[in-house]
T-cell receptor, first 117, second 113 residues
């Protein structure tokens, strides 16, 4: 079974440019999450999709970040325009719906290392 | 605001030398405490969920315990392949998002042969 896949693995862009990160969750997982870890800090929640709907986007830092999950499958996270403080590792995670135990067990991708210069 | 503090930041052990990692938490209502393992260049990998004080979970050389203020991850007779960053996270009972976790900064464990 394929795990959570994220693309690209690394991205280096200049301040003011736009970057789009992609996440393919495990097939059949209704829940999709975005997290990020900036240098020296802990991993922080950004938002949660249930299928194609945003369940919780309280962790999104500002309106330069836009997340979508069209059709309830893969998700994209766009940063426009990127700022220096956006640098970090962006993780995607998914979980299966249904029972509590499956909802809470997150499977993480390997992350996208974003560097804004 | 929920807060998770892990100690020590880094721990170096000899193979076979048992030890414990600490996770102290502050949360208005604990819905679950989670332990994850993270290898370099990878995402966190789920290990355990604990729900109430006194609960214990075991997996191979790892045992997680929970009190009302902290959790411990006990590592018995570790092997070099146990080397990783161990992350603790909590979920607040007030949230509607099952996977909305507050993470600690992690403990980097290195086990020497």
């Amino acid at each position: 079974e394929a795990g959570v896949t994220q693309f690209p693995s690394h991205s280096v862009i200049e301040k003011g440019q736009t970057v789009t990160l992609r996440c393919d969750p495990i097939s059949g997982h209704d829940n999709l999450y975005w997290y990020r870890r900036v240098m020296g800090k802990e991993i922080k929640f950004l938002l949660h999709f249930v299928k194609e709907s945003k369940q919780d986007e309280s962790g999104m830092p500002n309106n330069r970040f836009l997340a979508e999950r069209t059709g309830g499958t893969y998700s994209t996270l766009k940063v426009q325009p990127a700022e220096l403080e956006d640098s970090g590792v962006y993780f995607c995670a998914s979980s299966q719906g249904g029972r509590l135990a499956t909802n809470e067990k997150l499977f993480f991708g390997s992350g996208t290392q974003l560097s804004v210069l | 605001e929920d807060q998770v503090t892990q100690s020590p930041e880094a721990l170096r052990l000899q193979e076979g030398e048992s030890s414990s990692l600490n996770c102290s938490y502050t949360v208005s209502g604990l819905r679950g405490l989670f332990w994850y393992r993270q290898d370099p260049g990878k995402g966190p990998e789920f290990l355990f969920t604990l729900y109430s004080a006194g609960e214990e979970k075991e997996k191979e050389r790892l045992k997680a315990t929970l009190t009302k203020k902290e959790s411990f991850l006990h590592i018995t007779a570790p092997k070099p392949e146990d080397s990783a960053t161990y992350l603790c996270a909590v979920r607040n009972a007030g949230g509607t998002s099952y996977g909305k976790l507050t993470f600690g900064q992690g403990t980097i464990l290195t086990v020497h042969p």
